[in-house]
């Protein structure tokens, strides 16, 4: 049994609903705000595939609607290793090669679907244009929730119960994917619509094109290094070995029975953090599309 199927296993037991990396909202502002940043030429195309009209309204819905269907189909098409990568607390970047056999993690899926939806790599007839597209909207938003890019022998955060749960979460994993978000702003338009206002019309063109440096592989670095930060270092979670338990069952006890100090101050401190991971996946998306349409 992988990770996938166990964090659906001990989704089950630690957290309510739903049962989405980065819940419904957070996927679908990252498509929101990309569709904003796309180059007429990328519209065109992309309003092809999803064969809908060219309008940013109609572009928007259907890529928020597309940016869940990953989640949606994964127990079916056992693709659940392609949403996240395990790297754990003592690695370097260097060991990232590693922590992705046969190419199955985030990182290495968002760069072949990006191929996919270029017109060089449109004889790979494995995957239709749609389905390619689909893939990398959804695995750009999971790579800039942190707790995909970590392991610390706790399935990336779940294996931390929150006691009580903070909205419907009961884990740490489940606090970054959507219970945040939602003391935030659970609707996903206005959510996206108040990013763009007041994140990114404001961003000076020096910080927008930092935002941009790079490719998947340097963002999943990034959001590791958060992850270490903001989740393990601050709420002092216990450092385990570089091992990767089948499920929470068999986590170490030192990670069971730990018990996060998770209150509104950290909750409070989290939101811009989240607010501006959520604005990086939209404009990271958005390169990658204009790029590869």
Not at 154 to 159: A, E, I, R, Y
Request: glycine share 4%; with cysteine.
């Amino acid at each position: 049994m992988n990770r996938a199927v166990a964090f659906l296993l001990t989704y089950c037991i630690f957290c309510a609903s739903p049962a989405y990396p980065w819940w419904e909202a957070g996927h679908q502002v990252v498509a929101r705000i990309a569709v904003t940043q796309l180059t007429p030429a990328a519209r065109t195309h992309l309003a092809r595939i999803l064969g809908v009209a060219d309008t940013l309204e109609a572009l928007s819905d259907a890529l928020a609607k597309a940016s869940t269907w990953a989640d949606e189909t994964k127990a079916e098409t056992k693709t659940g290793e392609w949403h996240y990568i395990d790297l754990t607390l003592e690695d370097t970047r260097s060991d990232t090669p590693k922590r992705c056999p046969s190419d199955n993690c985030a990182p290495a899926r968002i760069a072949l679907f990006a191929v996919r939806l270029t017109s060089s790599g449109a004889h790979n007839l494995q995957w239709s244009e749609l389905d390619a597209l689909r893939y990398l909207v959804h695995f750009v938003g999971d790579i800039h929730q942190p707790l995909h890019t970590i392991s610390d022998a706790d399935l990336g955060g779940n294996c931390e119960r929150i006691d009580p749960p903070i909205d419907n979460a009961r884990n740490l994993h489940a606090l970054w994917d959507g219970g945040i978000i939602n003391e935030m702003n659970p609707n996903d338009r206005s959510l996206a619509a108040d990013l763009e206002a007041h994140e990114i019309a404001a961003m000076p063109s020096s910080e927008l094109a930092e935002i941009l440096r790079g490719n998947q592989d340097d963002w999943v670095w990034e959001s590791h290094l958060l992850a270490e930060q903001v989740v393990y270092t601050r709420l002092r979670i216990p450092t385990e070995p570089p091992i990767f338990p089948q499920s929470c069952e068999q986590a170490p006890p030192e990670i069971v029975n730990f018990h996060p100090a998770i209150g509104n101050v950290y909750v409070n401190d989290m939101k811009p953090i989240i607010r501006m991971q959520l604005v990086k996946g939209g404009l990271r998306l958005a390169k990658l599309l204009n790029q590869s349409l």
